[in-house]
């Protein structure tokens, strides 16, 4: 399945590059929410390469939604994670494949194209970046660390991840936006940046990147400190060592 998950994240990848930075088919599919033909072409690449190798398994896909089909394994499929980014030609996507067993994590692997980096990683092997280990970062001061966020689709997120900013800001080092969910994840599994967090994730957003920074040696929960799962939006992943300091930062108005 590993095997799998990284022939259909490079073989998505070689579809988005072909294509960039040539102009895409946009369609809105909600508020501020677009997807292109290459999201569509892409997913249609992964899911029918899925399909012809474990074809009693479950496929969930952000673009074409759900196929269920009883199978205690799941695949989580984001065909081009940063998808605003790419139709604005901003260099900052990638593709983001999960494997689930019994709804956790066992297989994740973001790919980015332009890099061409591979981040992968299984329950118990670790992380790594093309073939090479990883690990998160030793910062340990909040004060020292670079961190990551993203604004979301809707108001109601962008006015909550306004306020955790005013109160995180002050504290750390710098905050940076990345556009890309799954990027960021696997940035803070690769020690790139020490911390990411959002309050409007999907199960596709983050189902690869939790477990590279799991298995990097970091630390996922809730905004609010509580066990992370895939049926939350609202997730905190960093090295683990500052993770407490943010949490306190993030929850308590006063800091």
């Keep these: 399945m590993l095997k799998t998950a990284v022939e259909a994240a490079k073989g998505a990848g070689r579809i988005i590059s072909e294509r960039y930075p040539d102009k895409c088919s946009i369609t809105m599919k909600g508020f501020r929410d677009i997807v ?24 969930i896909s952000e673009e074409s939604g759900d196929h269920i089909t009883g ?9 081009l994670d940063g ?6 030609q901003h260099p900052m996507f ?3 494949i999960a494997v689930l067993e019994d709804k ?16 992968a990683a299984h329950t118990g092997g670790g992380a790594k970046l093309n073939e090479s280990p990883i690990h998160v970062s030793g910062v340990k001061e909040l004060q020292n660390a670079l961190l990551s966020i993203d604004w979301g689709h809707e108001n109601k997120v962008r006015e909550e991840m306004l306020d955790y900013v005013h109160r995180v800001l002050p504290c750390c080092g710098a905050i940076r936006t990345l556009g890309s969910a799954a990027l960021a994840l ?47 939006s609202r997730c905190l992943a960093t090295n ?9 930062n993030i929850c308590d108005p006063d800091k």
Excluded at 71 to 79: A, E, F, G, Q
């Design 36 to 59: 292109t033909d290459v999201d569509t072409e892409t997913e249609s690449f992964i899911c029918d390469l899925i399909k012809s190798r474990f074809p009693d398994h479950s496929i």
């Design 186 to 232: 696997a940035y803070v599994a690769a020690g790139w940046l020490d911390a990411y967090f959002q309050p409007g994730l999907k199960p596709w957003d983050t189902a690869a990147g939790a477990l590279l920074v799991e298995e990097a040696g970091g630390r996922c929960t809730t905004i609010q400190g509580a066990p992370y799962t895939l049926r939350s």
């Design 94 to 96: 990638a593709v983001s």
């Design 240 to 248: 683990g060592l500052i993770h407490d300091e943010l949490l306190k």
């Design 104 to 119: 956790d994590p066992i297989i994740g692997v973001i790919y980015d194209p332009l890099r061409d980096h591979t981040f």
């Design 83 to 88: 998808t605003n980014n790419y139709a604005h």
């Design 71 to 79: 199978s205690r394994y799941i695949w989580v499929v984001d065909p």
